[in-house]
């Protein structure tokens, strides 16, 4: 058995803690010594209503524990109040999990701007506004774990969930930038995609489904992407029912025009070149993809031609 990963000393916020992956997050890190900021806004799944209820009763059980966590009623779009909480509170901030979420589902054709802007106010505009206010206190000292909850339907779209998986991305293009910006200060950015029955997920969820999928199942990847023995920064990864994996982009080998003159029909000739998976790479950085591009024989900037 491995030595068992602790927290102690460390300050976590862990948003929308009041039910399923949240709090099951929470509950792990108060029982590994890490004092919990406990924040929810005790809404419904839709973004409506309001309650303490549901961050209460986490902080009882963490205290039940013996641990120590601390309530925050606010919505994660007043992202500097729930900081300002584990300053006053515990002095510092040195994990953040991001993971307050509501859906509001719609075709795209029926999708009210009002269910576009409440998605991406509580998902995109939370996770900013409450790691942008962690982010200097991490920096000045050295040290932040920050973990990001974007969702399948992010990656890979899913119907009547045009404003979530837009989100959902958007967390995944703030987590690459963010590692890249905090990773000199030790303070690196990860992503999940977890898959777990909650009320949320229970909208779109057979019951049976929904009990299987336990989120303890998800909590174990987030808590070590937490820890400070991890050193994994900007990496995205795929959890829920023990499985684990991790994600990248893939690049085709793609055509080269050159410096010759093409237009769409030339394009549409190579269609099939352009889409060949036969032949693969992986960049991980703006410079990784453009590189390749420019210095390749057939542009009109390789080969020393600039
Ligand atoms: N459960 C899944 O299968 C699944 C899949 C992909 C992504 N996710 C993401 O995981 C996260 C957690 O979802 P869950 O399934 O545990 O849902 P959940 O409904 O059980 O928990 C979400 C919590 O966030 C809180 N919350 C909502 N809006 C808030 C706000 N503005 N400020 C503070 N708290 C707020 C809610 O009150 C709730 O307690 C969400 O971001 C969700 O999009 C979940």
């Not at 987590?175 to 977890?194: C, D, M, Q, Y």
Request: charged residues 15%; glycine residues 12%; negative net charge.
């Amino acid at each position: 058995m491995a030595d068992e990963l602790r927290y102690d000393g460390r300050v976590a916020i862990v948003t929308g803690a009041g039910n399923g992956l949240g709090r099951a997050h929470a509950l792990l890190l108060g029982a590994r010594g890490a004092r919990v900021v406990v924040n929810d806004l005790g809404g419904d799944v839709h973004g409506g209503g309001q309650s303490s209820a549901a961050a209460d009763q986490v902080v009882a059980e963490i205290q039940a524990m013996g641990g120590t966590a601390v309530a925050s009623y606010d919505s994660v779009e007043a992202g500097d109040k729930i900081v300002q909480a584990a300053l006053d509170h515990f002095g510092s901030v040195d994990i953040v999990i991001n993971n307050a979420g509501i859906l509001r589902d719609s075709s795209f054709a029926k999708m009210t701007e009002h269910d576009w802007d409440l998605i991406y106010r509580v998902h995109v505009l939370g996770a900013f506004r409450v790691t942008h206010a962690a982010w200097p206190h991490m920096r000045s000292k050295g040290y932040g774990r920050v973990v990001m909850t974007t969702s399948a339907a992010g990656i890979y779209g899913n119907f009547g969930q045009a404003n979530y998986s837009m989100a959902k991305m958007g967390m995944i293009g703030l987590a690459s930038t963010l590692a890249i910006e905090g990773g000199a200060k030790n303070v690196l950015v990860n992503t999940i995609a977890p898959i777990a029955g909650s009320r949320l997920s229970g909208t779109v969820m057979p019951p049976q489904m929904a009990e299987a999928l336990r989120p303890d199942y998800v909590t174990p990847l987030a808590a070590y992407l937490c820890h400070e023995s991890c050193q994994e920064n900007g990496g995205l990864f795929e959890v829920g029912a023990g499985f684990h994996a991790k994600l990248r982009w893939e690049r085709t080998a793609g055509h080269h025009f050159g410096s010759q003159p093409f237009g769409p029909e030339e394009v549409a000739e190579k269609w099939l070149e352009i889409g060949d998976f036969s032949q693969v790479s992986h960049p991980k950085s703006i410079a990784e993809s453009v590189m390749p591009i420019l210095q390749s024989a057939d542009s009109p900037f390789g080969h020393g031609k600039v």
